[in-house]
Structure formats: C-alpha cells, structure tokens
Nanobody, 125 residues
Framework: QVQLVESGGGLVQAGGSLRLSCAAS????????MGWFRQAPGKEREFVAA????????YYASSVKGRFTIARDNAKNTVYLQMNSLKPEDTAVYYC??????????????????WGQGTQVTVSS
C-alpha cells in the first residue's frame, strides 16, 4: 500500500520559514517524480513545486520561485519543501504528490498516481 505522509506544517509569522517533509512508502520512490501542491480555503488546489525522479530538474510556481526550494533524498524516500520568506498568502494545506512522469505533476493533472493527506501551513501577518 502506497503512503505519502506530510509533516512539518504549522503556524509561523510572515517572513519566517518552515520545512515540509513527505515520507513515501510502498512505492519505488526513486522512480517517481514528486511534487508539492497547496489549497487555500475557497480556492482550487494549485501547483507549487516539482522535482524529477533523479532530482536533477526542479520546477516552481512563479508565486514561490526564489522563496521555496524542493529537494529529495532517495535514500530516505523523502521529498522536502523548504519555505522561506513566508507570506500570509502562502497559508494553505500543502499536499505532496507522486507520479512516474514529471509532466503529469506539472500539468497538475487529476491523473497523478498518489497524494498525501496534507499538512496545514498558516502564516500570520
């Protein structure tokens, strides 16, 4: 059974930092591209960042580029999202996702294979 378990969310003041983790099990992690998405109240889920299965290629939404960094450790079956210079508009539930194809994650496709349960990030002003 595949599981993606996010952690590291919480409450932080604007300008602060958080690091999210997503631990994967039940899949060949190094064969999957990984992504982070977020959903704020009343809004649709949106793409945040993605990383290729080897980790050599990373992609970011324009709203987070330069502030967020995605990374992975294939030995630990874990993907990370380092979030710096957080803003109130970053407040959302953050989800990790896994799919064999990076382009499926970049399309924010409903065909993405696996999703985590989400972790809440709240940024106060």
């Amino acid at each position: 059974q595949v599981q993606l378990v996010e952690s590291g969310g919480g409450l932080v003041q604007a300008g602060g930092s958080l690091r999210l983790s997503c631990a994967a099990s039940g899949l060949s992690f190094s064969s999957y591209a990984m992504g982070w998405f977020r959903q704020a109240p009343g809004k649709e889920r949106e793409f945040v960042a993605a990383i290729s299965w080897r980790g050599g290629d990373t992609y970011y939404a324009s709203s987070v580029k330069g502030r967020f960094t995605i990374a992975r450790d294939n030995a630990k079956n874990t993907v990370y999202l380092q979030m710096n210079s957080l803003k109130p508009e970053d407040t959302a539930v953050y989800y990790c996702a896994a799919d064999p194809l990076t382009r499926t994650i970049l399309r924010a496709s409903g065909e993405i294979d696996y999703w985590g349960q989400g972790t809440q990030v709240t940024v106060s002003s």
